[in-house]
Every structure is written in structure tokens, then in C-alpha cells.
């Protein structure tokens, strides 16, 4: 079954808009971590951020942040003010205490100048 | 600090032949796991090491596919036949401790099998 859903396929914007980036996990543990990378066209995967299931604070780092809400299991990632450069695709994971690192099928960014 | 190292970037072979890919992780990670990432399937973890013992290989499609790790900085992905179902972008990536903690991943190795 699929633990981790990011529902957009693809999100097309405008350089200088906002966009944000929808995670929804299923798990029935209550130690579980979440994490996003990024993978630009270059084709790398590059760590953005971790969280902790116990870690509900929302975190801001520079035109990056991240909303996590346990109780709708989501845990969505925004841009702000988009560049050229952000385009890539965003992938969102959840790995349980003990389990392995689930990926979600990632969503494509494309920011147009 | 160095980061994971893959080699080779791109890999193109004619079906039937071996293929080995290779990785370098981080100094002082313990955990070092390789990925296969296509479109149909996306990323997909195929076999993980903690201290150079293989924990989990249930991931590895069939035995065509082996994978060692006769160090703690070397580690290789083989691929005896290759079937050109196999083409796809492998990952090597290392981690300080199991899945819970972040992963670092290698560039990958693009693999054409004709």
C-alpha cells in the first residue's frame, strides 16, 4: 500500500509565485519520520529537510517552509517566491522507527521566467 | 566534505552483459543503501548494509542482481545478465544510522542496457 501520497503530478508557475507542495503519509506508528528532497533536472537527490513525529513545529528556512500537521498526516512543503532554479522535482518520505525510507512518487516544479 | 561517490555516471551496454556499479559513502556512515529509480516504479530500495553485512536485500528483483560491500568505504551493485528491462538511474546512499536518519545520496549511475 502506498504510505506516502503526493497527489500533484506537476505544478507550473510563474517565477515570484508562491507554490506549495502536498504530502500525505499513512502510518501507524507513533515514532516515525518525514523528510522532502529535491531532485533537479541535473538528476541528483538532494536532502531538504527532517522531522520527527514529535516535532510539530513548522519550520521556515529562507524561501523554504514546512507545515506539519499530525493530524491530517500531512506534511506540506511551500516555496516562496519562486526562481528558475527551484524547478525540479519534490519528493516527500517517510520512514517508520524501524522501516525503510518510503518515497512518495514526487511532484514536478516548473517556474517559467 | 566529500559526499557519496558513484561511478560510473552513465553506463551503456548491450543486453546480456555485466554491469557493476560503484560506490564510495561517506566516511564514518554505517548504513549505505542502493536505490533503482524508473518511471514506473519510481525509487525503490533494492538492499541495504549496516557495518558491511547486508540487512535487507528483499528489494533485489532476481539474482541477476548482487550486490557487496567488502569495506566500509566500497560497495558494488552487479548486474549478471543485463536485460534491458534494468535500465534505469541507480543510487547509492549512506546515512550515520538506519532509515529514521537522513540519507545522503551519490549523483547515481544511469544505466542503458540495449
Known amino acids: 500500500a502506498q504510505k506516502v501520497t503526493q497527489a500533484q503530478t506537476e505544478i507550473s508557475v510563474v517565477e515570484k509565485e508562491d507554490v506549495t507542495l502536498d504530502c500525505v503519509y499513512e502510518t501507524r506508528d507513533t515514532t516515525y519520520y518525514l523528510f522532502w528532497y529535491k531532485q533537479p533536472p541535473s538528476g541528483e537527490l538532494v536532502f531538504l529537510i527532517r522531522?520527527?513525529?514529535?516535532?510539530?513545529q513548522n519550520e521556515i528556512s529562507g524561501r523554504y517552509s514546512w507545515n506539519f500537521q499530525k493530524s491530517t498526516s500531512s506534511f506540506n512543503f511551500t516555496i516562496t517566491a519562486s526562481q528558475v532554479v527551484d524547478s525540479a522535482v519534490y519528493f516527500c518520505a517517510l520512514s517508520e522507527a524501524w522501516g525503510k525510507l518510503q518515497f512518495g512518487a514526487g511532484t514536478q516544479v516548473v517556474v517559467t521566467p | 566534505d566529500a559526499g557519496v561517490i558513484q561511478s560510473p555516471r552513465h553506463e551503456v551496454t548491450e543486453m546480456g552483459q555485466e554491469v557493476t556499479l560503484r560506490c564510495k559513502p561517506i566516511?564514518?556512515?554505517?548504513?549505505l543503501f542502493w536505490y533503482r529509480q524508473t518511471m514506473m516504479r519510481g525509487l525503490e530500495l533494492l538492499i541495504y548494509f549496516n557495518n558491511n553485512v547486508p540487512i535487507d536485500d528483499s528489494g533485489m528483483p532476481e539474482d541477476r542482481f548482487s550486490a557487496k560491500m567488502p569495506n566500509a568505504s566500497f560497495s558494488t551493485l552487479k548486474i549478471q545478465p543485463s536485460e534491458p528491462r534494468d535500465s534505469a538511474v541507480y543510487f547509492c546512499a549512506s546515512s550515520p544510522g538506519p532509515s529514521r536518519e537522513t540519507q545522503y545520496f551519490g549523483p547515481g549511475t544511469r544505466l542503458l542496457v540495449l
Open positions: 566516511s564514518g556512515h554505517d548504513y
Open positions: 522531522r520527527n513525529s514529535f516535532d510539530e
